[in-house]
């Protein structure tokens, strides 16, 4: 099954908050507000290249706080989408918005318009994070509107932010803990950029926030990942997408920008995993990974093959596997005895 979704950017529509890192426009690429009759065209043009088969399409209100906007302008939105649902064009409608913005009455609109899957920005599950990044609610409200939601049939979709002002690799980790305690379907990981003309790059500017490297997200991401795949959490995206608009000759100032970065943090997760073998077990040479993998156990430029040989004075083989799932990893003493 191929999963489609067609995204319907609300810039900023709908919330009178500013969070410290956001920039709806650059991120959305869009200042235009969205009408019905948009929602349709999109719709529609988008439908005319997604290929046939066995396929699920949903509709996705991204970008702002959907169920901030007027009930009005929500009802002609979802309306103009749910047109699809009903004659079977789509499978369903998703949204994000804020943990703030839900109650019984929302959503009681949402499950009457065909909405599926609803994503929360918690950003942090640290009040003090949250205080300082201008989020404008406490954990405990996210808690609450983790609570109502569940008692609808939506799918639900939590989205957390490491490197926010005030966070550390430590509450990354506790928010990636509390989240879990939340159970949610799926997660969206993204690391904190500064973006042009928000409220962060003044504070980078003035050096009261300062940005985290590559290379601190990675080694964060490396202890938050594993957790949620432990607990059968998908982690269905790390990091913004790399546009034309955000990208280093544009609006981005400053953070932890690599067009890969989930795949370093994956890398490092393999390198720590081969390490414990060794350590173990130094006689093992040759270690099989899910054959999607290969790369990640190999690492980038082939640095986890020239790490391990520093540190233990040989070379090692990394060679694809059909049984293994995603993330598993098994050693062997030599290629014979790999199958
Ligand atoms: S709640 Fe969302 S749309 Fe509003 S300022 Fe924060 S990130 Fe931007």
């Not at 290249?49 to 399409?57: A, D, Q, S, V, Y």
């Not at 309306?79 to 839900?102: C, M, Q, W």
């Not at 990981?189 to 500017?205: A, C, F, G, M």
């Not at 990640?296 to 799932?325: T, W």
Request: proline residues 4%.
């Amino acid at each position: 099954m191929r999963y489609y979704n067609i995204p319907i950017f609300v810039p900023h529509e709908g919330c009178p908050f500013q969070c410290v890192f956001c920039n709806q426009k650059r991120i959305t690429g869009s200042d235009t507000s969205v009408t019905p009759e948009i929602v349709t065209k999109t719709i529609e043009e988008y439908l005319s290249t997604i290929p046939c088969g066995n396929r699920r399409i949903e509709a996705a209100f991204f970008g702002g706080s959907f169920t901030g906007i007027s009930a009005e302008k929500q009802e002609s939105l979802l309306k103009a989408a749910y047109e699809f649902v009903k004659n079977g064009k789509i499978d369903g409608i998703r949204l994000s918005t804020r943990p703030d913005y839900i109650s019984e009455e929302i959503l009681d609109r949402l499950l009457q318009y065909g909405v599926t899957t609803v994503e929360l920005g918690v950003q942090s599950m640290d009040d003090a994070v949250l205080i300082a990044s201008g989020r404008g609610h406490t954990a405990e409200t996210v808690e609450n509107a983790v609570k109502l939601i569940k008692k609808y049939p939506f799918n639900l979709g939590l989205q957390m932010m490491i490197g926010l002002p005030e966070d550390t690799k430590e509450k990354s980790i506790k928010t990636a803990e509390k989240i879990i305690d939340l159970a949610p379907d799926f997660v969206r990981i993204y690391p904190t950029l500064v973006l042009k003309d928000t409220y962060l790059e003044k504070l980078y500017n003035t050096g009261e926030y300062e940005a985290w490297s590559v290379e601190k997200t990675v080694d964060t991401l490396k202890e938050i990942l594993p957790m949620f795949s432990k607990k059968c959490i998908e982690v269905i995206r790390v990091a913004l997408a790399v546009t034309e608009e955000i990208s280093p000759e544009n609006a981005l100032i400053a953070g932890p920008f690599h067009p890969a970065i989930r795949e370093l943090a994956e890398g490092e997760i393999y390198f720590d995993k081969i390490c414990g073998f060794l350590d173990k077990d130094s006689s093992k040479r040759v270690f099989s990974v899910n054959e999607c993998e290969i790369s990640k156990a190999v690492g980038n430029g082939k640095k986890n093959i020239k790490r391990i040989k520093e540190k233990y004075g040989f070379e090692i083989k990394i060679k694809p596997s059909k049984s293994l799932k995603k993330g598993e990893i098994t050693a062997w003493k030599d290629e014979q005895d790999c199958i």
